[in-house]
């Protein structure tokens, strides 16, 4: 109920808050809960599942050029259509990619989905005549969902805001079903899983399909917001921005990265604008941030809460 | 149930496996001896898939099981208590039992919340192996007795036709011991059991048959009386292990 209420609040936020908020905090939220959705998909590999990927913005990205590239060739600002794309993108760059990482663990891991993904950042980047190389993507069509047309800012804050609050429902779904236990099986003791009769290599490739998926929708709603593409959205730095996003909020926590998105976008968007322009610090702070928390509160934001709450509730 | 043609082991130069044949009969309680070094392990790791053998066959109910994964002999009823336990150590006991019970459905339940009936079947595998009341506690906040009895509670938990038991009693107290052999032996007839074992009461109690293994070989195979009384077997290992009567 409770829950309910919130969602709704989120939803409509562009509406009630128009006497007191600018148009820029319907921006800076916009683009948080894009991230929120993002680092949602990331932690299911990450903090469920336990397989640390360096590369989920190759989805992203695939999602991004995904529903920029449909909507130009086929002539369409139709949701289903570009947005479909996008998941079907997604899905398929993380079934290929699947196939190829979830036999191997840890750092190889790492370097693994790292490496793959600067494939599919450098085919964004070389590929000219189809995604605009190095001047990316420009003119993305915002979208159309039958007659409701999602072109001004408040519409296109709605659709992302739904979309946010529908992959938190899929996310949470999966993680108390018998499924998302799996999952957890997986990264607590592989070796367990499978004297147990589980085909893990199969769960974790049924994960990594799943989490790119969502994040490749997650990229089609940032080519409509921002009406552009850029192969840096398939690139490292958007992969370790959701990967510090999960970590700060708490990874294997549904809260986790929807409170770590909304750190990082503060950090992002808010500190700039309040110092002086000529002082860039936003990266390094963030940094700072990500590893104050690696060195001291390595269950997040959310093992932060959870361990204040325990004090208080003892009392 | 179990047969076991000529296996062989090489890891690098050392010859794990020597050529052992064996076979268990359905509902058969056979124990496997030997001095350290003597293959155990690796018998038992090659039945359960964790180690692929250099040569030989392994067929489990007529069905050649050589060359499947761990996680296929699983499905065809096979399972397997480690000698170092295998748990998944933040989850609680429940959990780790339910896990099992739930491996029996496979995964891909999606968008509902886990069964109430998995936990109460997991509840009441715990109470058999005597962890009642320890439901709710995380198995590293176990002590070692009691995660080698969730250990047996998991294997149990998949409701197996053939169950592999390395060294069940490592490590316990004889009270802890006596209490896990006399489970064990209480466990259903229908139940194939291969046990390795170095405590002698415990092979005696539990075991129809007796396999002596020694660098790899079988060096005797009977039933509990007769290698109590083969002068090999004392040689190379229980005359310097126990008095036998």
Not at chain 1, 111 to 119: C, D, E, F, S, V
């Given at each position: 109920?409770?829950?309910?209420?919130?969602?709704?609040?989120?939803?409509?936020?562009?509406?009630?808050?128009?006497?007191?908020?600018?148009?820029?905090?319907?921006?800076?939220?916009?683009?948080?809960?894009?991230?929120?959705?993002?680092?949602?998909?990331?932690?299911?590999?990450?903090?469920?599942?336990?397989?640390?990927?360096?590369?989920?913005?190759?989805?992203?990205?695939?999602?991004?050029?995904?529903?920029?590239?449909?909507?130009?060739?086929?002539?369409?600002?139709?949701?289903?259509?570009?947005?479909?794309?996008?998941?079907?993108?997604?899905?398929?760059?993380?079934?290929?990619?699947?196939?190829?990482?979830?036999?191997?663990?840890?750092?190889?891991?790492?370097?693994?989905?790292?490496?793959?993904?600067?494939?599919?950042?450098?085919?964004?980047?070389?590929?000219?005549?189809?995604?605009?190389?190095?001047?990316?993507?420009?003119?993305?069509?915002?979208?159309?969902?039958?007659?409701?047309?999602?072109?001004?800012?408040?519409?296109?804050?709605?659709?992302?805001?739904?979309?946010?609050?529908?992959?938190?429902?899929?996310?949470?779904?999966?993680?108390?079903?018998?499924?998302?236990?799996?999952?957890?099986?997986?990264?607590?003791?592989?070796?367990?899983?499978?004297?147990?009769?589980?085909?893990?290599?199969?769960?974790?490739?049924?994960?990594?399909?799943?989490?790119?998926?969502?994040?490749?929708?997650?990229?089609?709603?940032?080519?409509?917001?921002?009406?552009?593409?850029?192969?840096?959205?398939?690139?490292?730095?958007?992969?370790?921005?959701?990967?510090?996003?999960?970590?700060?909020?708490?990874?294997?926590?549904?809260?986790?990265?929807?409170?770590?998105?909304?750190?990082?976008?503060?950090?992002?968007?808010?500190?700039?604008?309040?110092?002086?322009?000529?002082?860039?610090?936003?990266?390094?702070?963030?940094?700072?941030?990500?590893?104050?928390?690696?060195?001291?509160?390595?269950?997040?934001?959310?093992?932060?809460?959870?361990?204040?709450?325990?004090?208080?509730?003892?009392? | 149930?179990?047969?076991?043609?000529?296996?062989?082991?090489?890891?690098?130069?050392?010859?794990?496996?020597?050529?052992?044949?064996?076979?268990?009969?359905?509902?058969?309680?056979?124990?496997?001896?030997?001095?350290?070094?003597?293959?155990?392990?690796?018998?038992?790791?090659?039945?359960?898939?964790?180690?692929?053998?250099?040569?030989?066959?392994?067929?489990?109910?007529?069905?050649?099981?050589?060359?499947?994964?761990?996680?296929?002999?699983?499905?065809?009823?096979?399972?397997?208590?480690?000698?170092?336990?295998?748990?998944?150590?933040?989850?609680?006991?429940?959990?780790?039992?339910?896990?099992?019970?739930?491996?029996?459905?496979?995964?891909?339940?999606?968008?509902?919340?886990?069964?109430?009936?998995?936990?109460?079947?997991?509840?009441?595998?715990?109470?058999r192996v005597g962890?009642?009341?320890?439901?709710?506690?995380?198995?590293?906040?176990?002590?070692?007795?009691?995660?080698?009895q969730?250990?047996l509670?998991?294997?149990?938990?998949?409701?197996?036709?053939?169950?592999?038991?390395?060294?069940?009693?490592?490590?316990?107290?004889?009270?802890?011991?006596?209490r896990i052999t006399e489970l064990i032996a209480g466990l259903?007839?229908?139940?194939?059991?291969?046990?390795?074992?170095?405590?002698?009461?415990?092979?005696?109690?539990?075991?129809?048959?007796?396999?002596?293994?020694?660098?790899?070989?079988?060096?005797?195979?009977?039933?509990?009386?007769?290698?109590?009384?083969?002068?090999?077997?004392?040689?190379?290992?229980?005359?310097?292990?126990?008095?036998?009567?």
């Open positions: 109920m409770l829950v309910a209420l919130g969602a709704a609040a989120l939803v409509t936020f562009p509406y009630w808050s128009a006497p007191w908020a600018s148009r820029f905090a319907t921006t800076l939220l916009r683009d948080a809960l894009i991230l929120a959705i993002f680092a949602l998909s990331l932690d299911l590999l990450v903090g469920r599942a336990g397989m640390p990927s360096l590369g989920h913005a190759a989805f992203f990205g695939g999602g991004a050029y995904a529903a920029g590239i449909a909507g130009q060739q086929l002539a369409t600002d139709q949701l289903p259509v570009t947005l479909g794309a996008a998941a079907l993108v997604g899905a398929v760059l993380a079934l290929v990619i699947g196939v190829l990482v979830v036999r191997s663990e840890g750092i190889f891991f790492l370097m693994l989905t790292l490496a793959l993904a600067q494939i599919v950042f450098a085919i964004a980047f070389q590929w000219t005549a189809v995604t605009g190389g190095s001047n990316g993507l420009s003119g993305i069509g915002r979208p159309m969902l039958a007659s409701i047309d999602f072109s001004s800012p408040d519409l296109m804050y709605v659709l992302v805001a739904v979309t946010f609050v529908l992959a938190a429902l899929v996310v949470w779904g999966l993680a108390r079903s018998p499924y998302g236990r799996a999952l957890i099986g997986v990264r607590e003791n592989e070796r367990r899983m499978r004297a147990l009769g589980y085909d893990t290599a199969r769960l974790r490739l049924s994960a990594f399909v799943i989490a790119g998926t969502i994040a490749g929708i997650a990229g089609a709603l940032s080519a409509y917001s921002t009406r552009f593409v850029s192969a840096q959205d398939a690139g490292l730095g958007n992969s370790v921005r959701a990967f510090v996003t999960v970590l700060v909020g708490g990874a294997g926590t549904l809260g986790g990265p929807i409170v770590g998105s909304a750190v990082v976008s503060l950090i992002e968007r808010v500190v700039p604008s309040i110092l002086p322009t000529d002082l860039r610090i936003s990266e390094a702070l963030l940094g700072l941030v990500f590893i104050g928390f690696v060195l001291f509160a390595r269950q997040g934001m959310a093992g932060l809460g959870r361990s204040a709450w325990l004090r208080v509730s003892r009392r | 149930m179990i047969e076991i043609r000529d296996l062989r082991r090489v890891f690098g130069g050392v010859v794990a496996l020597d050529g052992v044949t064996l076979s268990l009969g359905e509902g058969e309680r056979r124990a496997v001896i030997g001095p350290n070094g003597a293959g155990k392990t690796t018998l038992i790791n090659a039945l359960a898939g964790e180690t692929t053998p250099t040569g030989g066959t392994i067929r489990l109910g007529g069905q050649d099981i050589t060359r499947l994964r761990p996680w296929q002999r699983a499905r065809l009823g096979l399972a397997h208590v480690f000698q170092r336990t295998e748990l998944f150590a933040p989850l609680s006991a429940r959990d780790n039992v339910a896990l099992a019970v739930a491996a029996r459905r496979g995964p891909y339940r999606l968008f509902r919340a886990v069964p109430r009936a998995e936990y109460a079947e997991a509840a009441a595998v715990l109470e962890l009642a009341g320890r439901e709710g506690v995380a198995a590293r906040a176990l002590s070692h007795g009691e995660r080698r969730l250990e509670a998991v294997a149990l938990a998949q409701r197996p036709h053939v169950l592999l038991l390395d060294e069940p009693t490592a490590g316990m107290s004889p009270l802890e011991t006596a259903d007839r229908a139940l194939t059991i291969l046990i390795v074992e170095h405590d002698m009461d415990v092979v005696f109690r539990l075991a129809d048959r007796v396999t002596v293994l020694h660098e790899g070989r079988v060096i005797a195979d009977g039933t509990a009386a007769d290698v109590r009384g083969d002068v090999r077997v004392h040689d190379v290992y229980l005359g310097k292990a126990v008095t036998v009567a």
